[in-house]
């Protein structure tokens, strides 16, 4: 295990032990588990679920509307979020949720954490924190409720940390500020606004828990996919799924597409199943064939 997992898991088990029961901080490893039981993949030391890289991977080649058909068919309608100002909107961001709670200052609670932090000789609870228990993969998923004004998660020299330490993105439901300079990194960012101020009149409430994106609940772990457009949340379990849904999506759609280049088929005759049975056969042929299985 590298110093950065150490430090990691120390972290974790730390606020975890001491505050867990209270829903503040973060799930212990047990309880980790026990929300993400079925996710068939290794794990982080601290339980969080490890999609593979090489389902990682196969995933950058999947559009959103193609994974968020299947996560609805399965029982998962609230894995979307839209309506983002985005960042190099041209580069898609994929990696797993690492996901971080923000909340509104409250003087009772924050001074409970306080003294429970200084018990245990922890580092001041705060956005880096977060930040440096990134991996390379992780994406940090920031529910700042919306909040813009010091609702600023990062600014560029935070922003530049996470993308050379990560290499995948960052997603805020608040604000980020030195945008231009952010921009130029080539990091893909989601977020809700822009202002001046630094992060403030806010405490750090939970680090992977799970929280609220918008319309979205989010995981620790989910694998984050982002098109330029909007975001969805895919359950560890069902990302092989996505994957081949979405290769066989694309098979189906190209033969369409091929069928209505001959200029022979009206839209009904092709378009959401073929009405011809001789079509319909055609239409399995051609998948099984692109998809290397004949029979």
Same mark, same amino acid.
Not at 22 to 44: D, G, I, L, N, W
Not at 60 to 73: A, D, M, Q, S, T
Not at 222 to 233: A, E, K, N, Q
Not at 239 to 244: F, I, Q, R, S, Y
């Given at each position: +295990? ?45 339980? *969080? ?15 959103? /509307? ?5 996560? *609805? ?21 994929? &990696? ?9 200052? *409250? ?18 609870? *705060? ?7 990134? /991996? ?46 952010? /921009?130029?990194?080539? +990091?893909?960012?989601?977020?809700? &606004? ?26 620790? &772990? ?11 949340? $895919? ?15 694309? $098979? ?44």
């Amino acid at each position: +295990m590298d110093a950065r997992s150490l430090w990691t898991m120390v972290v974790i088990l730390s606020l975890g032990a001491e505050l867990g029961r209270a829903q503040v901080f973060s799930f212990t490893r047990e309880q980790m588990m026990e929300y993400t039981t079925k996710s068939p993949y290794e794990r982080f030391p601290d339980g *969080r679920p490890k999609v593979p890289d090489a389902v990682i991977e196969k995933l950058k080649n999947v559009l959103i /509307e193609e994974g968020w058909g299947l996560l *609805r068919g399965k029982g998962f309608p609230n894995q979307y979020e839209g309506d983002w100002k985005v960042l190099n909107s041209g580069t898609k961001l994929v &990696g797993r949720a690492v996901t971080v709670q923000f909340m509104p200052v *409250r003087a009772d609670v924050a001074e409970a954490m306080e003294a429970a932090r200084k018990t245990k000789n922890l580092p001041a609870l *705060r956005n880096q924190t977060v930040i440096d228990m990134l /991996e390379p993969g992780d994406v940090a998923v920031v529910d700042l409720y919306g909040k813009i004004e010091s609702g600023t998660f990062v600014g560029d020299k935070l922003a530049h940390y996470i993308w050379r330490t990560t290499g995948t993105g960052l997603v805020v439901d608040g604000a980020m500020f030195w945008l231009p300079n952010i /921009e130029k990194s080539g +990091m893909p960012a989601y977020y809700r &606004g822009t202002h001046p101020s630094s992060l403030g009149n806010v405490m750090l409430t939970g680090i992977n828990v799970p929280i609220r994106v918008g319309d979205a609940t989010v995981m620790p &772990g989910d694998v984050v996919l982002g098109d330029g457009h909007g975001l969805l949340f $895919i359950p560890p379990q069902l990302a092989e799924e996505v994957v081949k849904a979405a290769e066989t999506t694309q $098979i189906r759609d190209e033969w369409m597409k091929q069928k209505f280049d001959t200029r022979q088929y009206k839209s009904s005759d092709i378009y959401g199943r073929p009405r011809d049975p001789a079509l319909a056969k055609e239409l399995e042929e051609y998948i099984k064939k692109r998809q290397g299985n004949p029979k």
